[in-house]
């Protein structure tokens, strides 16, 4: 290989991506938890107002009941239309708080493997490119020394002799 075509410049705009998409994926994260947080807030509420008037609703059947007599009973059926329709609303807010809260903790697994990744990984990507920035760099710079040094030029062009035959060439394979 006798040149390196490689957009020094293009690897820069890869590297700040990079930190402008770890930027951007952590506020995303903040934000749906944000979301998520609010959501078992919602529910939560919920369930603790079906739960009391479930309980209110039981106590208000179990007063009607206690009111009647063997030999006047008092009709309590829309205590017990009630107490029944609050029972269900009970069990149905139970039921919303256990799938939330199921996909709450699934989330949080989620965002906590994509926050290792953007906290991790990501830094060191970002760290690979700017070691493969700088040698790019400085192979630019000292195959443009050379250039000058040996006075080489083909056609107008200034051309630098292969890398394998450059004494002093910076190690590229370690560049890739």
Not at 158 to 174: F, L, Q, S, W, Y
Request: aromatic letters at 6%; proline letters at 3%; a negative charge.
């Amino acid at each position: 290989m006798s040149r390196v075509d490689v957009d020094v410049e293009g690897l820069r705009r890869l590297r700040d991506a990079l930190a402008r998409y770890a930027t951007d994926q952590h506020s995303a994260i903040d934000g749906v938890t944000a979301e998520v947080e609010r959501c078992e807030d919602l529910v939560a509420r919920r369930l603790e107002e079906t739960r009391r008037r479930y309980e209110a609703c039981w106590s208000d059947l179990a007063h009607c009941e206690a009111s009647g007599t063997s030999e006047q009973p008092v009709d309590c059926s829309g205590y017990r239309r009630a107490y029944e329709a609050a029972r269900e609303d009970y069990i149905a807010a139970q039921g919303a708080q256990s799938r939330v809260s199921l996909a709450a903790s699934q989330w949080e697994r989620e965002a906590l493997a994509h926050s290792h990744v953007l906290g991790n990984e990501v830094p060191r990507m970002r760290a690979g490119l700017e070691r493969r920035i700088e040698s790019l760099e400085a192979y630019n710079h000292w195959t443009v020394s050379v250039q000058h040094e040996a006075g080489l030029s083909r056609g107008g062009r200034t051309v630098a002799p292969p890398i394998e035959a450059r004494e002093g060439a910076p190690n590229t394979k370690e560049i890739w």
